[in-house]
């Protein structure tokens, strides 16, 4: 039996490996943000007042839309392109953490990190 040999030919043209280094890069940036909230928000949560209860406020707030996101993401994603939406989901993280740093109130940042980035932090 002689069996052929098949080239094996690799997904988008070879560019799997970026495309995997990118989505590893997202995640290392955008994911990590939420274990490390206590951290680079503590000392502005204490100032403000806020306690245990408002921080699981904000964070729950934040897990919500980043789980439901995807209702509108997705359909996005059909109707323009990955790259766009990456884009303008890039856009609006940035935004909104740069919207975060001068927050006096507990609605500001819950405005600004958790529904903003809420919407737009894409599990991917």
């Known amino acids: 039996m002689f069996m052929e040999k098949k080239k094996l030919v690799p997904p988008d043209g070879g560019w799997g490996w970026i495309v995997v280094i990118g989505a590893s890069a997202v995640n290392l940036c955008t994911r990590s943000i939420e274990q490390s ?34 209702l509108f993401v997705g359909p996005l994603i059909r109707a323009l392109s990955y790259r766009k939406v990456s884009v303008a989901g890039s856009i609006l993280v940035a935004s ?3 919207l ?3 927050a006096n109130s507990m609605a500001h940042i819950i405005i600004t990190y958790s529904i903003i980035n809420g919407r737009y932090m894409i599990r991917i």
């Open 37 to 70: 909230f206590g951290l680079l928000f503590g000392d502005l949560l204490r100032d403000l007042g806020v306690g245990t209860t408002g921080a699981a406020v904000i964070m729950s707030t934040l897990d919500a839309l980043i789980n439901f996101s995807g």
């Open 96 to 98: 909104g953490l740069m």
């Open 100 to 102: 975060t740093s001068p």
